[in-house]
């Protein structure tokens, strides 16, 4: 929420930066108006008053328009992101009523002050004369402004191409385990502990079924405190995530083995007290040595527990936390009881929906008094990362609306330039300057402020995006590919944008404009 906050508040500077440089480009037209005010006597404080209230009043009628849209568009946009918004209807209606008053108040002061002190500031005698310019000062706030706008636009663009590498890379990358067909069933400790063997049998028979499953923790679960336990090692005492399983389960998530053996209904491993490590695990207890080796898990007797295997680590917990060090037993004779969890049924066949219809029919005779409630474990894990496809999604529409702004901007800035250089241009063709030469000219000084922004929206991107990077155990590093696409993006369309004007003010018949003049 805070980084939605943050960027929803640069999109509204950037409209207020819009705003604000436009009307200090249009203040030459209202220099004559302000010249006669205070020829008749106005104040200054007046002039002020009169612009910042002219500024408020545009400011408030496009908030009723804004909140109407709002209104209009908010259910469509709960629906495609996932989640539940309100806005007349919202218990905090009057926190929000004060925070939109506040926005009105900081936009109507962002855009209208300074353009407002601009013109109560004219001399009366030049502008009368017709001599009346904004200056240098007045060009390099103009600047300034174009350059922060296309900060804003950059910054979102380059943010946009890291967080879609990053849930790429998340979607991707290698999880250690199949999720794939695999049916998650919520049961209870009848059917997944007491009376798993006949659950097992009921299930594992139907067609197209080919491993059924139980686990007290299914990838996509969060481990808590009681997910751990203290045992001794070689003399050390150690702290390690516990997961009680069936024999099957690895074979239902094709996790492979690393070393040693697989739990096996065959052998002796529902009686005595056996256990499987991952590979991270095994690291943390001195390597492949630990095979066949006992570990004591405190507040047990004697009898220890005997590692029999290594598997493959294998991410359970989405991008953002690392392969914790794992411990899986069988049965609970291993001193460590558990309870929880869920079956998994692992579907082999195209004819997924006859095969989850005889599933379902096959638990009416394990649960009669439960309904099936069932999940696919992919789908399942996809949710981990749900809200950073929701903030791709938001952040994506962001970056099109500060891009929108940026443009519209450059635009009218652009066709306000040119139009106070028709003389010259006019001029210059005369003495037989190329369409491509005043094009050229026209647009040099605009590439070069987008230029600079792109030179400072990048390292803030850099930092802010590496902040958000961070929170991940498993990421990418933004590499130069990613800073050149959003220059050249960004470039790209600035150069489109004064283009379309320069080379229309270039084509232009020097006549009309000398004549003008």
Avoid at 120 to 138: A, C, F, H, I, R
Avoid at 311 to 338: H, S, W
Wanted: with cysteine.
């Amino acid at each position: 929420v805070a980084i939605l906050v943050i960027l929803a508040f640069l999109l509204l500077v950037a409209g207020a930066i819009n705003f604000s440089n436009l009307s200090i480009a249009a203040s030459i037209r209202r220099a004559k108006e302000v010249g006669i005010r205070k020829t008749l006597g106005s104040s200054r404080w007046q002039l002020i008053r009169q612009f910042l209230g002219e500024t408020a009043l545009q400011c408030v009628i496009s908030l009723v328009l804004a909140l109407v849209i709002a209104q209009l568009v908010l259910p469509a946009f709960a629906k495609s992101f996932g989640i539940n918004l309100s806005f007349f209807g919202a218990n905090n209606f009057g926190f929000i009523l004060l925070q939109i008053f506040a926005s009105l108040v900081i936009v109507v002061i962002l855009s209208g002050l300074y353009p407002a002190v601009v013109l109560s500031l004219v001399n009366t005698n030049k502008v009368l004369k017709g001599e009346y310019s904004t200056g240098s000062k007045g060009r390099t706030l103009r600047n300034g402004l174009i350059v922060a706008q296309f900060v804003v636009a950059a910054f979102f663009v380059f943010a946009i191409l890291v967080i879609n590498r990053q849930i790429r890379f998340m979607e991707t990358r290698d999880k250690g385990f199949s999720g794939e067909q695999v049916v998650r069933i919520e049961a209870t400790q009848n059917s997944r502990d007491r009376n798993f063997k006949a659950t097992r049998a009921a299930l594992s028979g139907i067609p197209g079924v080919s491993f059924v499953s139980k686990s007290t923790k299914v990838p996509g679960d969060k481990f808590s405190d009681t997910s751990t336990f203290r045992f001794s090692y070689a003399g050390a005492m150690h702290r390690i995530a516990s997961v009680k399983i069936s024999t099957d389960y690895f074979s239902t998530l094709d996790v492979k083995l690393v070393k040693g053996r697989l739990f096996d209904d065959r052998q002796t491993d529902q009686q005595t007290r056996s256990a499987i490590l991952n590979e991270t695990a095994a690291q943390k207890l001195g390597g492949d040595d630990i095979l066949g080796k006992p570990v004591f898990f405190e507040g047990c007797d004697t009898i220890p527990v005997q590692v029999i295997g290594i598997v493959r680590d294998f991410n359970v917990q989405g991008m953002e936390t690392a392969v914790q060090p794992m411990i899986y037993t069988i049965g609970n004779k291993a001193c460590l009881y558990q309870s929880g969890g869920a079956l998994l049924a692992k579907v082999n066949t195209e004819k997924t929906a006859s095969t989850i219809a005889a599933l379902t029919q096959a638990w009416k005779s394990v649960e009669p008094d439960l309904p099936i409630r069932y999940s696919f474990l992919d789908d399942d894990f996809q949710r981990l990362f749900s809200a950073h496809v929701r903030l791709q999604q938001i952040i994506s529409v962001f970056a099109v609306i500060a891009i929108v702004i940026s443009v519209m901007g450059l635009f009218a800035m652009t066709a306000y330039l040119t139009g106070q250089r028709k003389k010259e241009i006019g001029v210059r063709k005369v003495l037989g300057a190329s369409v491509s030469n005043l094009a050229s000219l026209l647009s040099r000084d605009f590439i070069k402020l987008v230029i600079l922004s792109v030179v400072i929206a990048i390292p803030v991107g850099y930092w802010a995006t590496n902040q958000w990077l961070d929170t991940f155990a498993y990421r990418i590093t933004p590499g130069w590919s990613m800073f050149a696409l959003a220059a050249g993006l960004v470039l790209l369309i600035a150069i489109i944008t004064v283009s379309f004007q320069t080379i229309k003010a270039a084509r232009s018949n020097p006549v009309d404009s000398l004549r003008s003049e």
